[in-house]
């Protein structure tokens, strides 16, 4: 009997997060419960809170009815409103008013350009070569850039190497202490960077490991640099960086077909309630907010959602499937336009709009380090 009512205590007390398939009959109450929400019960802000939460979640319900390739679920943000969410992204400006660049590579050094490969496999996932390391979680701070440059050059190094030597990288070093002069992609650090300044970093002094500089910027500090060579002895060079032809549909899907995991850049503004499926949320015909750096580790066909580009990301595994996403890969991909560049990988205040191509500008922003080597 005793033994009964401690069970039940305790699965009165354990809360999880629903998954899609339990919000018929879900409630505010129990969200609360299960994030932990510390709203007063019948404060103002409680009704508030409620009054959104409750309109969110009819939208997601109602969202999940409809016939889309994903599915939407609740999270830490659905009793935030929209507007909310959206405020720290500009208007978007029709694209008749202004110039619009295409993304430049004249930093790189080299161009992977198309070949014309006719025999790519079907799909690829790179994880099942045991060459992908464990999904991160970047936390608060805008360190996307660091974990995606981390992330890509780990599984290099194991295709260059073989698989037993899948490291895990050191993240803090790179947040750390990769200098961002021309504010590429954001102020550095914390305040957001482009992996490619990290492999142009990592080509000159090397990358050691989590364990010997461990990752604390998770509550969005940047620290000062900390590494010492000498005692946090590099286990990983590159030698320069490609870029990807930008907006070329056929030369992403070869570079990570035959090289490897690809550092990319995306609009992730419509993620916060993605929890499975093929993303096909982001619309052509709204600015495309370029302002995420992840990881492109494959692509494939779901039977029944259709062609997927394999996205890892650095949100935890909670998000999404397992830390990944699947977008929508296009069999003609359709082009927008990021007039917010600077939230992504345009450098210094540069606001000239870019042309952006494929599902969330998926196409417009792609590299991988050369010359990887493992220093045992
Ligand atoms: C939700 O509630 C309705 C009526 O209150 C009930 O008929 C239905 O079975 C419930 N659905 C689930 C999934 O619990
Ligand atoms: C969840 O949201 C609350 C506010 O509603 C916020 O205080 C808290 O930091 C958030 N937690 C996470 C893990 O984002
Ligand atoms: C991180 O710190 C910056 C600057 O202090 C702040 O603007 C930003 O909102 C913080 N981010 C989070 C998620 O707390």
Known sequence: MIKFIIIAILISLISCKPKWTQLQNYTFEQYVRDFQKEYKADSEEYITRKKIFEQNLADIVAFNKED???KKGVKNNTDES??????????FKSSLDFQVMDPSTENSNYIYKAK???NLPDSVDWRDKGVVSPVKDQ??????WAFTAASVLESHAAIAAGSGNLKTLSTQQLVSCVPNPKQCGGQGGCFGAVA???FEYISKYGITSEFKYGYKSYFNDTYECKFDPLKQSPEVFNQGFAKITPNDQQALLEAVATIGPIAISIDSTGWDSYEEGVFDGCDYSENIN???AVVLVGYGTDPKYGDYWLVRNSYGTEFGEDGYIRIKRESEPQCGIDSTPTNGFACGGDETPIKVCGMCGILSDSSYPLKVRVIV
């Open 68 to 70: 889309h390739s994903y």
């Open 82 to 91: 929209y507007f909310e969410k959206k405020e720290q992204f500009s208007i």
């Open 116 to 118: 014309g490969l006719t």
């Open 139 to 144: 936390g608060d701070c805008l360190s996307c």
């Open 196 to 198: 490619d300044l990290a």
């Open 290 to 292: 370029i302002d995420h």
